[in-house]
């Protein structure tokens, strides 16, 4: 339970969070950029200062919640990046449109495995590193799996949406833009039901994977 980490695990915790959730919008930001959208430049998100990117619910106010009822893990969001999606399909057509909505899953998959590589040299128990390695390969598998689940509005959604405007199939992505304005509804029957167990079972199973 969270409530019973040690300070330094606290500390580990919310910091793998931060590099996993701010890490994600800062890659829309960057492959929107060498797609000639400078958005998220102008707006200096583009910067690794976590203060830019702090959305107060999902940055501050979920993942207390979550500490202070004793959750298994914590979970979050970053403010959105600004993408000007227009500029993105004018300079690098619909798979450009498609590698900026699947560049923060990339780079949470990427992490993951990467700190997944280096974790088995360290040891988790009272060693601050490896808590904090632990906790990347668990937050970043996470976070890449949520935002590939073609919900609307999660990342997936979009990349599926770019993809059969793409190949000629309007009628899916119309499908997703009607029903985007249910989304966040739709997220939550998943997560805060007992439906939570069949949706996040791709994550615990990659978790696993890279873990063990």
Known sequence: MMSHMSISEIIASVLALMIAIIGHEIMHGLVAYKYGDNTAKNAGRLSINPIVHIDPVGTIILPA???????PFMFGWAKPVPVNMRTVLQNGGYNGAIAVSLAGITYNFFLAILASFIFPY??????FVGYL????????VVLGVFNLYPIPPL????????????IGIDMVADFFNKIERYGMIILIIF??????NIFFYPAIYIIDILLN
């Open 155 to 166: 990342d997936g959604a979009h990349a599926i949406e770019f993809f059969s405007r793409k």
């Open 65 to 71: 919640l979550l500490f202070f009822s004793g959750a």
């Open 133 to 140: 390695l632990y906790m990347l390969v668990v937050y970043n």
């Open 191 to 196: 997560i805060a039901t007992p439906l939570s």
């Open 122 to 127: 360290f040891n988790i128990q009272g060693s």
